[in-house]
């Protein structure tokens, strides 16, 4: 007996009763309230923050405001160009020489402040949206759901995206002596632009 | 030879004389559970949540196999490798033969509570592999040669300066630095051009989904992502109880972790793996390693259902005032009393004794897991397999005598020697001695109650 | 309703105060008690130590003491919370669910039973840190448990604000464990010490002249790590303030 079928044996015979014990229905819980005010204050306790629009300017003028000393923007959006685009983008190592990375996500969770990001959005390299120092995402306020609940129920890119990360702020570390510290091992900024 | 019990008592009493040290331990890890307090406050539904993810996770317990299979079979359609290891050394070995076949000679891996119960990097580096921890705490850990002391934060025992000294030793930087910010970034720095050099990586995993053949990694500082995404093979390792049946039980188990570890709403990355990249390869390790035994244990099974967040650890005031090293195992604070000695009852039959059962660990567990009676049972289990000492058996035996017997339990009160039968008064005195190091004796009373009693009751109804 | 009144042997032993106290409170309050002299302990520092079945000649001598009283009450948390929720190393008789299932600790009893709505002999005019024992906090549940969110309450704070010229003193960590623990205190007597002087140095600094509790045992281990650090400060059983101590 192999330790797959050992392993299951055992745990058919050891295991409590499986009728005494039944499966909840799916929760949807908590507060519903899915606007962009929540999305906001939830994003800042998380330490992200908005890229604010400056009357009429576009992302572009935004980043280059936001990012003045930034060498290499990579965009991974098409409507947008930066200083090169993620499909040129080859490997790790490159993606690593990225300043700012500015990609466009499906949803954001109001509950958390958090964005999805998966391989659809980095054109398979996934590894570039950690590599970068700092990340603008591109979010619309119609792509908020509520809470994780709801995120979890609605959001069909759980059950087809490969690589899902709901990045909530930038890293952070406080394993220092309990001092938080954000920019951590990934990015050190994380910022969302309407749209 | 007899592997000898922990002595987490004398450990704990050093780790009380730094003064420095305890204060910052204790505090911090109350704060930790101050700010879980205030997540809880501001989620009306905190109780239910906890109710369903204990209903939950008891549920996938009792259908394991069931929800296994179910992962299995969702993961490989996915193209994600299976393997399954009936205990520690098979998960290294397994490890090892996937490294091997990728001639992989550099291993960067996130936080794993697993691989450390396997001692993973003790088989692989004698095999010729540098193993890499990217978690800044972990790291710090490795660099020290220390096992990580809390789950969630494994260097919570050292301060600035240790952390200083230990990444001079390794970083070259300068051992007087005081910030912590600095040395963050030396930590960055030093862990860079690993990451992108590197052949593997590895991460553990937080939850199996059943449903979809996913598995989740909740980690704050990103370097599980870059563990993962970094090099073409990723091999995650988690525990078989780790497994929820629905994607969507995710967002009971996903609101309740980060809030009841740190207090923060979320981790800032909850990562959803259910394939491989482009190109790359996924192996997934199922480890048993004493888990399917346990579940057959009627009054310990629901330990499995634990995940993992240290929010008893935090509140514990023992682990607070003795810090996770002193427990001499991979998991400490009160999940690790009622787990470790599943895995050697007898080098861990002090830890369900290094505890005061108050019971505020199961009151903040998110699972309601019933860890202080719990530790409660691990007791009797310890006492009847005899597996505590010596002379506090005999001296419960005395006690137990006693106690059945009014005439020698008077005689006790009073102070002779007629109770203490077989047993030496000094082995009795010995045994109380700590009493007195650090506190007074109780005041002696000039009449028992039970005399007084006699003297003014019984007496006045008698005239 | 007969009450028999049991006095754990700490409290026989070293604090006979608290017990006479007990006894004198119920009397005012025209009950009906008495003290049944072969009684010796409930068995709880042998269950707690793992020991369960050297508690079986205690809990049956209990048994025999108490089975024949409508109701027992004893001024101690956690030798109620042992002999309504862990009190089987004997057969589960008729006679041992009766004294299970009718056993309180004072407050409750006091609180629940018989609803005292004042203690007019009672006046108290200090400031006090009230420890509630984690025996009768996360057990009997007397108040409400900072780590589950519940609404404030707390049968021993309703008593005790009946007493005239008391005030509170309001401890950083009200829920924090004392370290007494039992045998713990003694095999784990570096940690238990330091918890317990880091609980009175909470309340001193709080303010509290006393510290009352319905747990002698808890103020046994504090009183001692109290007196060597030299925090001036007292301890009082619940009974005794309820009972019209003055000081």
Redesign the interface.
């Known amino acids: 007996m192999n330790s797959r079928e050992m392993i299951l044996a055992r745990l058919r015979s050891n295991r409590p009763d499986p009728d005494v014990y039944l499966l909840p229905d799916i929760a949807i819980l908590g507060d519903q309230d899915r606007s962009r005010a929540r999305f906001e204050t939830s994003l800042a306790g998380m330490g992200g923050a908005v890229l604010e629009r400056q009357g009429e300017e576009t992302l572009a003028a935004a980043v280059a405001r936001r990012f003045p000393d930034a060498k290499i923007i990579c965009s991974a959006v098409p409507d947008y160009e930066g200083t090169l685009h993620i499909e040129d983008v080859t490997s790790p190592q490159q993606a690593a020489e990225t300043d700012v990375m500015v990609v466009r996500a499906p949803f954001g969770i109001a509950e958390t402040g958090s964005v999805f990001l998966s391989e659809a959005q980095l054109n398979h390299l996934n590894s570039a949206a950690h590599l970068a120092q700092h990340l603008v995402v591109i979010l619309s306020e119609q792509n908020i759901t509520a809470n994780m609940h709801t995120a979890y129920t609605e959001r069909q890119e759980f059950h087809t995206a490969h690589y899902g990360v709901l990045m909530s702020g930038p890293s952070a570390t406080a394993d220092i002596q309990g001092v938080l510290i954000r920019g951590a091992q990934g990015v050190r900024s994380l910022s969302v632009w309407w749209e | 030879m007899k592997v000898k019990p922990v002595n987490h008592a004398k450990a704990a009493e050093v780790f009380l004389q730094d003064e420095p040290h305890l204060k910052f331990h204790d505090e911090r890890l109350w704060d930790m559970r101050q700010k879980r307090d205030q997540q809880m406050h501001i989620l009306p539904e905190w109780q239910e949540l906890r109710a369903r993810a204990s209903e939950i996770k008891e549920h996938t317990l009792a259908h394991l196999p069931e929800y296994l299979e179910q992962f299995e079979a969702n993961a490989k359609k996915n193209g994600i490798h299976v393997h399954w290891a009936a205990d520690a050394g098979e998960h290294n070995r397994i490890a090892g033969e996937i490294l091997e076949k990728h001639r992989a000679k550099s291993l960067i891996k996130s936080k794993s509570m697993v691989t450390e119960e396997c001692d993973m990097r003790g088989y692989l580096e004698p095999r010729g592999i540098t193993v890499t921890e990217t978690d800044l705490g972990e790291r710090i850990q490795q660099l020290d040669n220390q096992m990580p002391s809390h789950v969630v934060v494994p260097a919570v025992h050292k301060l600035i300066p240790d952390v200083a000294k230990v990444f001079a030793e390794n970083y070259q930087t300068d051992p007087n630095e005081r910030d912590p910010h600095a040395l963050a970034e030396a930590q960055r720095e030093a862990a860079r051009p690993v990451i992108l050099s590197a052949d593997a990586g590895m991460t553990g995993g937080n939850f199996l989904v059943a449903e979809t053949g996913t598995f989740v990694v909740c980690t704050n500082e990103g370097n599980a992502d870059l563990s993962s995404t970094v090099t073409g093979l990723h091999i995650a390792t988690l525990g078989i109880e780790r497994i929820i049946p629905r994607m969507a039980d995710l967002g009971v188990f996903v609101r309740l972790l980060s809030r009841s570890a740190l207090g923060s709403p979320i981790t800032q990355y909850t990562t959803h793996f259910r394939g491989p990249q482009k190109g790359g390869e996924m192996h997934v390790i199922l480890v048993d390693n004493g888990r399917s035994q346990r579940l057959g244990m009627d009054d310990f099974w629901t330990s499995l259902k634990c995940i993992r967040c240290g929010a008893c650890m935090n509140t514990c005031p023992v682990y607070r005032r003795s810090g996770g090293l002193s427990y001499g195992a991979v998991y400490s604070g009160p999940i690790g009393s009622i787990l470790d000695p599943t895995f050697n009852e007898r080098k861990y039959s002090t830890l369900p004794f290094a505890s005061t059962m108050n019971g505020s660990c199961t009151n903040v567990c998110p699972v309601k897991i019933n860890i202080h009676e719990q530790l409660y049972k691990w007791r009797r289990v310890l006492a009847e397999h005899h597996e505590i000492p010596f002379v506090k058996r005999e001296l419960m035996r005395m006690a137990g005598r006693i106690m059945g017997k009014p005439v020698l339990y008077r005689a006790a009160i009073n102070s002779t020697n007629a109770a203490l039968g077989n047993l030496p008064r000094v082995a009795l005195y010995n045994w109380m001695n700590p009493w007195g190091k650090n506190r007074e004796l109780p005041p002696a009373a000039k009449q028992s109650f039970h005399s007084w009693y006699k003297e003014n009751r019984l007496k006045k109804e008698k005239a | 309703m007969k009450i028999g009144l049991f006095?754990p042997?700490?409290?026989?032993?070293?604090?006979?105060?608290a017990?006479?106290a007990t006894?004198e409170l119920l009397e005012k309050l025209g009950q009906d008690v008495d003290?049944p002299?072969?009684?010796?302990?409930c068995?709880q520092?042998?269950a707690?130590?793992?020991?369960?079945?050297?508690?079986?000649?205690?809990e049956?001598?209990f048994v025999k003491n108490f089975a024949q009283y409508d109701v027992i009450v004893m001024p101690s948390g956690s030798c109620a919370h042992h002999v309504r929720d862990?009190f089987d190393a004997i057969p589960q008789s008729e006679a041992v669910t009766h004294v299970r299932q009718n056993t309180y600790e004072l407050v409750e009893f006091l609180h629940d039973v018989l609803k005292v709505d004042a203690f007019p002999w009672a006046e108290f005019p200090h400031r006090v840190g009230l420890h509630n024992s984690?025996g009768t906090?996360?057990?009997l549940r007397t108040a409400s448990?900072?780590?589950?969110?519940e609404p404030f309450f707390s049968k021993p704070m309703d008593l005790l604000q009946k007493v005239k010229g008391i005030s509170f003193a309001k401890p950083s960590?009200p829920?924090?464990?004392c370290?007494?623990?039992g045998?713990?205190?003694?095999?784990?007597?570096?940690?238990?010490?330091?918890?317990?002087?880091?609980k009175v140095t909470d309340h001193y600094n709080a303010g509290a002249e006393y510290i009352v509790s319905a747990d002698t045992s808890c103020m046994?281990?504090q009183?001692?790590?109290a007196?060597?650090a030299a925090v001036p400060v007292r301890f009082i059983h619940i009974a005794e303030i309820l009972n019209g101590a003055r000081s």
Do not use: W
């Open positions: 006095i042997c700490y409290i026989d032993a070293f604090y006979p105060g017990g006479i006894l003290y002299l072969n009684q010796t302990c068995g520092p042998m707690n130590s793992g020991c369960n079945s050297d508690a079986a000649g205690a049956d001598l862990n984690c906090l996360r057990s448990m900072s780590e589950l969110g960590r829920d924090e464990c370290g007494f623990g045998t713990f205190s003694v095999t784990e007597e570096a940690v238990s010490a330091r918890m317990g002087l880091d046994m281990h009183e001692g790590c007196k060597r």
